[in-house]
């Protein structure tokens, strides 16, 4: 993602105090910003081996998948440093299932609306949903039988 000149309300989903020092540390290590549109580019853009291989990497160690991956606010840090064995395990659960699957994966940093009909398990403030791909969606266009998202409470600044 390319990061544009910082200020605030320039990087979508950021509205929060200490939005300039993530521009700049998403600048400087070339990490993107930790939201929604960030994450799911990150798995709509990779090949199937390697949405594959970031489903094994964030199932093995959210937490330092989430760290390495992306550039978090303070406040983003201390929700996911904060997360409980519980919710870890429910978003390991959801890359494991959507690996098995052979699933879409993406997020709802906020944890928005699930749609009806949609299978859902959730633990304090993280959730996941699957639902099989719509005839013409992104996901069937691109071989994928369903989607697995992962919507995380509070979350997306």
């Known amino acids: 993602m390319r990061i544009p000149p910082s200020g605030p309300g ?17 600048r400087l290590t070339g990490a993107p910003p930790f939201e929604t549109k960030t994450v799911n580019d990150m798995f709509r853009s ?14 093995a160690d959210p937490v330092s998948f989430l760290k390495n991956r992306f550039t978090l606010s303070p406040q983003q840090l201390k929700n996911v440093e904060s997360l409980s064995p519980r919710e870890l395990g429910l978003v390991k659960k959801s890359a494991d299932f959507a690996k098995m ?6 997020s709802d940093c906020g944890a928005g609306d699930v ?10 403030r993280v959730m996941f949903s699957h639902q099989p791909a719509a005839p013409g969606s992104y996901a069937a266009a691109n071989g994928f039988s369903s989607n697995v998202t992962l919507h995380m409470q509070g979350f997306e600044e």
């Open 10 to 26: 320039e990087v979508p989903g950021f509205s929060a105090p200490g939005l300039k020092e993530v521009v700049a540390q998403s």
């Open 115 to 124: 749609s009806s009909g949609a299978k859902q398990e959730q633990a304090e």
């Open 101 to 106: 699957m052979g699933s879409l994966f993406g």
């Open 46 to 59: 990779a090949s199937k081996e390697t949405h594959n291989a970031l489903l094994g990497e964030l199932a």
